[in-house]
Structures are given as C-alpha cells and as structure tokens.
C-alpha cells in the first residue's frame, strides 16, 4: 500500500474515532480537538508531532493516537520497538510501536506547553491508542500497558471507566476550559514552518539531509547458501579422512564418518550458538523479522538430529565390540602368546606337544591346531583348541585347554 493509499484508509479510521467520541461527549462531558501539530525548538531544528485527537475532562489530558489495519491481528510486547499485524494468508507487515509513539507525542506536547509558559503535571497527561478493524487479543502486555490500548468498539466502555474514576483533585469546568485554551495555543497547525517540518518528517527528512536507507534485500547481492558451503566442507573433510584410513580396517572406517558427522553437528551448534549471542547482544530490531525457515531447511536440521543420534549410538556399539575383542587377543609384548611354536621361558617344548601328550586321543581332531586361542593369565599362558566329539550319535564341538607356566611348564589342564 502507498502513502497515499495508507493516508485515506487512516483518515478513514480517524473519523470513525472523531465520530465514537462526538456520540460520547455530551454524555462524559469532555471536550475534543482533532489533529492538533505540536512543536518545539531543538538544537537540531523542530520536533513535531500530529496529535489525532486530545481530549480534556476532570482527570486532564487523553491524547488518542488512532491506528487502522484492517482484518490483522496484532503481535508485539510494550518492549518491542515494532509489533507486527498479521493478516489472514500469511502476509505479515511491521509497524512503529504505537505505545512508544503516542509516548513521544506526550512529551513533545508538555514540553510545547512548558515552552509557553504551562506546566502540566505528568499524571494530569495520559495516553490511548485506539485500533480500527484490528484483534488485540494477542498482545503481550502487562495490565498498565494493556489500559493503553483500545479497540473502537471498547472505546464507550473505557470513557466510561475514565469517567468514573475518583480523582482527588478534579478539575472544574473552568479549569478544563482553561486547559482546553492552552491546547489551542499550543497547535502549531497553521504555521507553515511547523507544517513543512513535520511533513519533511514523515517523508524522512531529518534537518534538510535525506536519512539513508538500508539496503533492502531484494538488492544485496546474492549470497551462497549455507547449505550448500556445508556440504562441500563435510565431502572435503571426509574425502581426506577416508584416505588416511586407507590402512585401517573397515571398523576403523566407519568410526571415523560417524565421530565426523558428530564433529560438523556440534560445529553448526556453535554457529547457531554464536548467531544467538550476536542477536542478544545487537540492539534491538528496527526491521522486520526474519522469515521462518523453509520446509528444506527444517528437513536438513532433522536429517542433521538424526545422523547425530545414530552416529552416537554407532560409536558405542563400535567401541563395545573393540573391547570385547581386545579381551580376547594377547597383550602385547607377550613372545610367548605371539605364537604356538615359540619358546617358553627358554624351554624348547611346544604348546601342541604338550597337547599331544597329555591328550593322545585328539590327534587329528583338532580344528585348526597350528593357530589355538592364547590368552595371559597370572598363572602363565592358557592355549585353547576346538575339536569335534561325538555324542549320542551327534558332533558336537567341544574345547581343550592347557596352561603353561613361565618355565614351560604344564601347570594346568581343561578339557
């Protein structure tokens, strides 16, 4: 929507707002003015401000700042320099605070009241802003923000509430028409200084210098998408990783792809982590926020979330299985486990031998008897050997063991 087109829908707005009160005026006894200018002398040149509608009555000052969008609803805190309003198909559009705008308006009107020889005391001052066609439902506000903001059609209900409400010091009818005069003084609406100023304002010209804008989106240049960058660096990393495996075993492998994937996951986490620190630690937003992330990008995060959990879960059973075989192979350094024909303690006896004689029924029974399982003990080296047996018409494989101690000899046997 242009400017002008914004303009009428909220001269729109304003005259249905002019038109509530008008009913409720001689009801509540107030009296209104409608777009009162505002200004006052800084050393940076005039400040403004368009009032849409100050109304004065026994508590003192309501100015009413009038917003219209039209079937939205509204997202915002008191603390958010923007709120959003939502409308029915996804479109979203950010606006300037209006809590925080009709606040300003306020100040510039008792300083413009101070400057011409009026002080009025803050409580005396208040503000509303009232909503045209919008939900404010949603808002996140606290209970004295929330009496800031009005949808036109609770408007009777909070004159009404403001109406009852007990002041200790009301004011007289003169004292209103006292203060309804010093309004009047105080509108700056036909001055052509202050009208060129404040129109200057609003097209965004602040003390005869156009103020920058930001680049827009649409005209940054187009960036790589991250994505994209991360799926090269994780094929780098595993292209040179794979190579240095290259005289690894297959278990070897597959631990390293699964502790990489582990690696890039806790990587993008402290990107994330970062990105969360820089937005904590920037000032606050002054543009809209940023979309939500495509259905691509939440499919890769899940995708990411799963590879994690599975290469943590592969790691375990990984390093479970090294350790069961690690239980079964001989220390290292044991020339005596290192093989069934070497010298024990000096001694020239073999292990098989000694197999041999204590077993002479096993001879060529025994599968595989050059390569037994060798295992240290604290009492020497225990060789076990498989050999098949029948039994009850049934081979069944069944072991032998024999454990020789540090001098060769036979120091145990079990079959």
């Not at 400040?47 to 100050?54: E, I, Y």
Request: aromatic share 6%; proline share 5%; net charge positive.
């Amino acid at each position: 929507m242009d400017y002008e087109a914004a303009r009428m829908v909220g001269d729109s707005a304003e005259l249905k707002v002019a038109a509530t009160l008008s009913k409720l005026e001689s009801e509540y006894g107030f009296r209104v003015l409608h777009d009162v200018l505002v200004a006052r002398e800084t050393p940076r040149g005039l400040v403004t401000a368009q009032l849409d509608h100050v109304l004065v009555d026994q508590i003192g000052i309501l100015v009413l700042e009038t917003k219209a969008r039209r079937g939205a609803m509204l997202r915002g805190t008191f603390a958010d320099r923007r709120w959003t309003a939502c409308y029915p198909g996804g479109r979203n559009e950010p606006f300037q605070n209006p809590l925080q705008q009709n606040d300003q308006h306020l100040v510039v009107l008792r300083q413009a009241m101070a400057d011409a020889g009026h002080e009025i005391p803050l409580d005396r001052v208040r503000g509303l802003v009232v909503f045209v066609g919008a939900d404010t439902s949603r808002l996140e506000l606290d209970s004295i923000s929330a009496a800031r903001v009005s949808e036109i059609s609770e408007l009777p209900d909070r004159m009404a509430v403001r109406h009852n409400f007990m002041s200790q010091h009301p004011l007289s009818p003169d004292d209103q028409s006292a203060l309804v005069k010093i309004v009047t003084e105080v509108d700056r609406s036909a001055d052509p200084k202050v009208i060129e100023a404040h129109a200057n304002h609003r097209a965004g010209v602040d003390g005869g210098r156009t103020r920058a804008k930001q680049p827009s989106r649409a005209t940054e240049a187009p960036r790589t998408s991250r994505l994209v960058k991360l799926l090269v660096l994780l094929a780098a990393i595993l292209a040179a990783a794979w190579a240095a495996a290259a005289f690894l075993g297959d278990s070897a492998k597959l631990f390293l792809l699964l502790l990489l994937i582990v690696s890039l996951s806790a990587l993008g986490g402290n990107e994330r982590t970062r990105r969360r620190r820089r937005r904590s630690s920037a000032p606050l937003r002054t543009t809209p926020p940023a979309p939500a992330a495509s259905l691509g990008r939440r499919l890769v995060a899940s995708l990411m979330s799963v590879l994690l959990t599975l290469a943590l879960i592969g790691g375990l059973l990984i390093g479970m299985n090294w350790w069961l075989r690690s239980m079964s192979k001989p220390l290292s350094g044991d020339s005596t486990a290192s093989s069934p024909y070497s010298a024990v303690g000096g001694s020239a006896a073999a292990p098989i031998g000694l197999l041999y004689e204590s077993f002479p029924d096993l001879q060529g029974r025994i599968v595989n008897v050059n390569e037994p399982i060798v295992v240290s003990t604290p009492m020497g080296t225990t060789y076990t050997w498989e050999y098949w047996a029948s039994q009850g018409g049934v081979s069944v494989e069944k072991r032998v063991s024999l454990t020789v101690d540090g001098s060769g000899n036979l120091v145990g046997v079990e079959r």
